[in-house]
């Protein structure tokens, strides 16, 4: 069974903390995926990697950085936690659609839900 | 950005009822893809449609695509009220390089047993 696992379902930090989320996949997939979900916004991606060392930003990547050591590991860091980011976020992977460069089927992770007092 | 809307908002709908939402998006795609949460709970993909189908059946779901009107529809036929979730869709835009999956706001359904 396909598994996207995240290290942590709930946190709870203070102002100004740095913060990892980690998110490991066992499906040898290439693009891996973080997104911020919030009530009326929807989900909104921060950050995507398409190979190890590479990444890309997506439309709020301010205040957040990620790092891919190894090709199943996508870990987002919030350098210096703000309350506005608190947030459900989600880590997601893929393999690229057959024959195209864009995306297939994505395979989400539980969640981690951050409160940022 | 937002590409994908879906509409309407919040459905509340009898167990056994069927149960219909729509997506709109605004720029070309080579995929729309349907998904859904149950609470507090990751994404779980439903279907896949290419730009060149028009019309695709899972089980008891059914989505159409109309790329001339940028929009989508899921039916799902007969709702149980396990089939509560929102419900959200995703276009993979056209382009080289296009790895992202733009979603939606969702729609929030209630099937009430």
């Known amino acids: 069974d396909v598994k996207v696992t995240q290290s942590s379902r709930y946190l709870v930090k203070r102002t100004g903390e740095k913060v990892f989320l980690e998110c490991v996949q066992d499906m040898d997939h290439e693009n891996m995926f973080w997104y911020r979900q919030d009530p009326g916004l929807g989900l909104r991606l921060i950050y995507f990697?398409?190979?190890?060392?590479?990444?890309e930003k997506g439309d709020i990547p301010e205040g957040y950085s990620v790092s891919r050591e190894k090709k199943e590991r996508f870990s987002l860091i919030l350098e210096s936690a703000s309350t506005n980011q608190t947030s459900m976020y989600l880590c997601a992977s893929t393999y690229p659609a057959p024959g195209q460069l864009n995306t297939g089927e994505l395979f989400f992770g539980e969640g981690s839900r951050l409160t940022v007092l | 950005s937002q590409q994908g809307e879906e509409d309407p908002q919040a459905l509340s709908i009898q167990e056994g009822e069927n149960a219909t939402m729509n997506c709109s998006y605004k720029?070309?795609?080579?995929?729309l893809q349907w998904y859904r949460q149950n609470s507090g709970r990751g994404l779980v993909h439903l279907i896949l449609i290419r730009s060149n189908e028009r019309e695709k059946h899972s089980g008891r779901l059914r989505v159409t695509l109309d790329t001339s009107k940028k929009s989508s529809s899921l039916l799902i036929t007969a709702s149980r009220a396990a089939d509560t979730a929102s419900y959200f869709c995703?276009?993979?835009?056209?382009?080289?390089?296009?790895?992202?999956?733009?979603f939606g706001k969702g729609t929030k359904l209630s099937v009430i047993p």
């Open positions: 990697s398409y190979d190890v060392k590479m990444k």
């Open positions: 995703a276009t993979s835009p056209t382009g080289a390089g296009s790895y992202q999956l733009t």
């Open positions: 720029t070309s795609i080579n995929n």
